[in-house]
Nanobody
């Protein structure tokens, strides 16, 4: 059973930055893709960013140019660098890893953007 542990969330002012980390219990190289989802109260969960095995990345339109997803295979970790944060970025951010029909989820980390 693969475990995913997120960290790096917190309270930040608008325009600030945070870096989220997602560390897996095993090698992340075997996963087809890893990504970050977020869910805010009253809204559906959405894909924020994803990185595929070959290195291709995908971003939600709302975060393009502000967020960057990256990985460090040696550390079994995927990162989400979040810059120029806005109040609408406030949500619970959850890490996901997928391989074929299997999917693993972390417990989530809260990001709150407020003055």
């Amino acid at each position: 059973q693969v475990q995913l542990v997120e960290s790096g969330g917190g309270l930040v002012q608008p325009g600030g930055s945070l870096r989220l980390s997602c560390t897996a219990s095993g090698s992340i190289s075997r996963f087809y893709a890893m990504g970050w989802y977020r869910q805010a109260p009253g809204k559906q969960r959405e894909l924020v960013a994803r990185i595929i095995s070959g290195g291709t990345t995908n971003y939600a339109d709302s975060v393009k140019g502000r967020f960057t997803i990256s990985r460090d295979n040696a550390k079994n970790t995927v990162y989400l660098q979040m810059n120029s944060l806005k109040p609408e970025d406030t949500a619970a951010y959850v890490c996901n890893a997928g391989l074929g029909p299997l999917s693993s989820w972390g417990q989530g980390t809260q990001v709150t953007v407020s003055s």
